[in-house]
């Protein structure tokens, strides 16, 4: 009888050791790296979480120019769908070379029109117009500097340099829209960056429009 308590008491003693072990942590994503800048797996706009959809490298034939990284509330593998998915948007640039801010804001301009049905671009021209201010203002984007494009339904589109916004949210919609063909349209920036913020898998440097 005493083996047997001893027993029940060893196999209790057993079971409380289990029951206090800690639970091991599931591991965080760990951030993308898109040469040599970190993308973080998820982010956060308007208090709505979001997940990146996918980062890569703009090229100018063979200059890397800067990175981007496309976050979402949801998966998307098309432009259509990209454009389509519901809540709030943010595509998020870090530069790999000084670029003319001011230049910089009018082939961004140039690439809405190029890729922008008439009447979707001629309804953001309020908002290309703010843009180039802001870009003009800023002068020169240096190397490691940033830029984000937040959309907000009901608040319209920010732009931050730095981390900081830049103004009121421009409210039209169809900026926001055109401003993302510059980069998903049919004629885009770069065709290997469109598939990287697209998750499609493709050659880094597979060319793109070079006046973008």
Do not use: C
Request: proline share 8%; net charge positive; hydrophobic share 40%.
């Amino acid at each position: 009888m005493e083996t047997m308590n001893r027993r029940h008491l060893l196999l209790a003693a057993g079971a409380s050791a289990l029951a206090v072990q800690p639970v091991a942590a599931q591991s965080t994503p760990a951030p993308v790296d898109v040469a040599g800048g970190k993308y973080a797996p998820t982010g956060t706009v308007a208090g709505t979480p979001l997940t990146l959809n996918g980062a890569g490298i703009r090229f100018r034939v063979v200059v890397r120019v800067y990175t981007a990284g496309l976050y979402l509330t949801a998966r998307a593998s098309t432009t259509e769908q990209v454009l389509a998915t519901p809540g709030p948007k943010r595509l998020h640039v870090v530069m790999l070379r000084e670029i003319d801010a001011t230049e910089l804001g009018k082939l961004f301009t140039r690439g809405m029109q190029d890729n922008s049905p008439r009447d979707e671009f001629s309804k953001s021209i309020p908002g290309t117009i703010r843009m180039a201010d802001i870009f003009s203002t800023k002068k020169r984007l240096a190397v490691g500097e940033s830029f984000s494009v937040d959309w907000v339904p009901g608040t319209g589109t920010t732009v931050s340099i730095n981390g900081r916004p830049q103004g009121e949210p421009i409210r039209e919609p169809e900026f926001f829209s055109a401003l993302m063909r510059i980069w998903l349209g049919n004629n885009p920036a770069d065709n290997g960056l469109k598939d990287a913020l697209l998750g499609v898998a493709r050659p880094a440097n597979s060319g793109g429009n070079p006046q973008q």
